[in-house]
């Protein structure tokens, strides 16, 4: 199956403006689970604010979220796809800088040191673009994840004492989540990466983040750290917006990579109750959106 630029340009496009306006499911489920176990009056309060202003957003085709944050693009490729890869990155470049021009919504991309901001949401090295591969037959994937400040300004990596442990790793976490308080707009997906090097843990923590709710490690050790993490900062009284309750975060996501013997590295990555993120399937009878 071969792929067409022009078609991945206009998905780049179409997926940078379909997640900044359209919640995933699994998102407004997470609300609504999290609103009817809530024990606080005021969180219960906030919780339902977060519900009404998703609703008028998606009613009146406005943004989620004034922060429309660093693009990213995770790319799969799948086997018997026949795509020109260099081109693919350009293809999707164009098309992010085209959906904030066209449409138009505010560009948060700037350099890092003058600051300087070329209003359509690019700049070197962004968009971020990571690429995989699959062994789906005849399908690519992108995925569109708008990462915004809120969430990414709270990020840690630690690079931990092996013969602590997973004490260690827990601790961290926790105290990252203390943190952060109410800077992440919660409730919140925490994001952990455990193992690897300093820059794939780091990844791994963006990659859990992101997940979509209701799904787990594959890793089973990893599985068992979620739960007990989720449970964990959800007996910390953040609650939504740091303004108290049970509702700190929708879930702890973890993903986990072998590592060095000396090393126990862990990365924590938050994403904002407005859990972002859009993606584009080209197959053989063409391109279907969805989350």
């Known amino acids: ?140 994937e992108i995925e569109m994840v708008p990462k915004g400040s809120g969430s990414e300004n709270n990020s840690w990596l630690k690079m931990a004492i092996p013969a602590e442990g997973v004490d260690a790793i827990k601790t961290f976490v926790v105290d990252c989540v203390l943190e952060a308080g109410g800077k992440t707009c919660p409730p919140t997906i925490v994001g952990v990466g455990v193992g690897g090097t300093s820059d794939l843990c780091v990844h791994l923590a963006k990659a859990a983040a992101t997940r979509a709710l209701g799904t787990r490690c594959e890793d089973p050790e990893g599985a068992k750290l979620e739960e007990a993490l989720t449970k964990a900062v959800n007996l910390l009284g953040v609650g939504p917006q740091g303004l108290g309750g049970d509702s700190t975060a929708f879930a702890v996501h973890v993903e986990t990579a072998a590592t060095h013997i000396t090393m126990n590295p862990v990365a924590v990555n938050m994403q904002c109750h407005s859990a972002r993120r859009a993606r584009a399937t080209f197959g053989p009878k063409g391109v279907e959106y969805g989350y």
């Open 1 to 140: 199956m071969k792929v067409e630029l022009q078609q991945v340009e206009e998905a780049a496009r179409e997926l940078y403006i379909r997640a900044l306006k359209l919640l995933p499911p699994d998102v407004k489920q997470g609300l609504d689970r999290l609103a009817a176990g809530e024990t606080d009056a005021g969180a219960k309060r906030m919780l339902g604010t977060m519900v009404r202003n998703i609703r008028v957003a998606e009613d009146t085709a406005n943004l989620l979220c004034q922060d429309t944050g660093i693009p990213i693009y995770n790319v799969r490729i799948g086997r018997g796809v026949e795509v020109d890869g260099w081109g693919l990155k350009e293809a999707i470049r164009r098309g992010c800088a085209r959906s904030t021009r066209e449409h138009p919504f505010r560009s948060s991309v700037v350099h890092p040191t003058t600051r300087a901001n070329d209003q359509d949401s690019t700049g070197r090295g962004v968009p971020v673009i990571n690429i995989d591969f699959s062994d789906r037959p005849e399908a690519l």
